[in-house]
């Protein structure tokens, strides 16, 4: 098995002030190229600890995907901290120049001195040019591991990476599939329950990754004879699984979101849903229109906050909200089936809900939820309660939504 790493630098990922969603592209694909990803390092920009750990992840690693600290400014230190853990200077690439003072005429900018810092490498790397921006990357070896520096700018990092897979990294013998199962309402330790016997063989390994009531089944098989050969040792192991558990449960088995199976679900079937939301307050609308092709299925969805806006512009009756209340059955049932009606859609989906942190009371606490289905068939109300801040209520009340839409469609 080769192992690899995740190595950022740059202080405003330490504080916070930047989220790395470098991490999660460049883990994917080193999963996807057949390493095992097995650390993630974030360190700041001094020298010293980058030096440091360049040595540390070289004595278990065969591959670091680096980012970060390739810019032009005082506070960017990665070359210097490679040339102080290699014991060897900084020269400069004149084609590297050459492709710096290009870019900057195409921008009608001069190239400044400090912009030249940026083609300067460690003695003995080889340089990845970088087409979408500024600073190349590089990559070098210590011990036999080998490290692809590249710029923090996602758009950048992902053009280096991509062209270092497929113009610079040695092929492999190995061959490598990847299967996802995706499953809904089902714990992940009833999952780990039944499959402990397959999570680890001679040729493939399973891995759980559970969120919001979601786990995914990840079976990566490999084979040195050919792809066709790790394709079929995968799909083996689909076999042993997909009889240990419900098929209505099983969403997706080629890495879909909950919300792409139900957006594809409806474009195929030619149906449309209409949304109702109070509490989830438009993230349900955001999760079906964030899929290509909703504008499809979708003719639209308002958010109903308050009772005014739940009577007058949807149409539930005062005598359903003066009853029941705002956060019930009856009212999610109500909204379901008006926006069903006001929109011409074959189903409707409401949701109304106390995301807290104050409004509970012994009845309906903090996280109570109500999600209404309306369908050609009929309408039914679902009652959650929920647990979390008033965000991640806020979040699984979406997701709970997206659960009885998609059982829904499976009627």
Request: charged content about 15%.
């Given at each position: 098995m080769k192992h690899a790493a995740v190595f950022a630098i740059g202080n405003e990922l330490l504080g916070g002030y930047v989220l790395n969603g470098n991490a999660k592209y460049l883990s994917e694909l080193l999963e996807s190229h057949g390493y095992s990803v097995t650390r993630h390092l974030v360190v700041g920009d001094d020298i010293t600890v980058i030096a440091n750990a360049f040595r540390e992840l070289a004595q278990d690693h065969h591959l670091v995907m680096v980012t970060g600290g390739l810019g032009p400014t005082s506070d960017d230190k990665t070359r210097e901290g490679v040339a102080w853990a290699l014991g060897?200077?900084?020269?400069?690439?004149?084609?590297?120049?050459?492709?710096?003072?290009?870019?900057?005429?195409?921008?009608n900018r001069a190239v400044k001195e400090a912009h030249k810092l940026m083609t300067f490498f460690p003695q003995g790397?080889?340089?990845?040019?970088?087409?979408?921006?500024?600073?190349?990357?590089?990559?070098?070896?210590?011990n036999e591991c080998c490290f692809l520096c590249m710029p923090g700018v996602p758009v950048e990092m992902q053009a280096i990476a991509d062209r270092f897979f497929r113009e610079h990294l040695p092929e492999d013998s190995s061959y490598i599939a990847t299967t996802i199962l995706s499953y809904y309402g089902i714990p992940e330790s009833d999952i780990m329950d039944k499959i402990p016997h397959l999570m680890e063989g001679t040729r493939h390994t399973i891995g759980l990754l559970p969120n919001d009531g979601i786990v995914r089944i990840r079976i990566v098989s490999r084979s040195d004879f050919s792809q066709g050969d790790a394709t079929e040792i995968g799909q083996t192991?689909?076999?042993?699984?997909?009889?240990?558990?419900?098929?209505?449960?099983?969403?997706?088995?080629?890495?879909?979101?909950?919300n792409e199976t139900i957006v594809q679900r409806l474009i195929r079937s030619g149906k449309q849903v209409a949304l109702a939301e109070s509490c989830s307050g438009g993230k349900l609308a955001d999760a079906i229109i964030s899929v290509p092709g909703a504008s499809a299925i979708f003719p639209y969805g308002a958010v109903f906050y308050s009772n005014e806006a739940k009577q007058r512009l949807l149409g539930v009756p005062q005598h359903t909200l003066e009853t029941y209340g705002a956060?019930?059955?009856?009212?999610?049932?109500?909204m379901a089936e008006s926006i069903q009606r006001l929109a011409n859609a074959d189903y409707g989906v409401s949701?109304?809900?106390?995301?807290?942190?104050?409004?509970?009371?012994?009845?309906?606490?903090?996280?109570?939820?109500?999600?209404?289905?309306?369908?050609?068939s009929g309408v039914r109300v679902k009652h959650v309660l929920l647990r979390g801040n008033r965000e991640l209520i806020r979040r699984r009340a979406t997701q709970a939504a997206l659960f009885e839409l998609y059982d829904a469609l499976e009627k």
């Open positions: 060897v200077e900084l020269q400069q690439d004149f084609a590297s120049l050459d492709r710096l003072e290009a870019l900057m005429a195409s921008r790397a080889t340089i990845v040019p970088n087409d979408v921006g500024a600073a190349d990357g590089f990559y070098f070896t210590i192991v689909v076999g042993e699984i997909l009889p240990l558990f419900p098929s209505e449960n099983l969403f997706s088995s080629s890495n879909l979101d909950l956060v019930s059955a009856e009212t999610a049932a109500a949701t109304t809900g106390i995301a807290g942190p104050s409004g509970g009371s012994a009845e309906k606490p903090v996280g109570t939820v109500y999600i209404g289905i309306a369908t050609p």
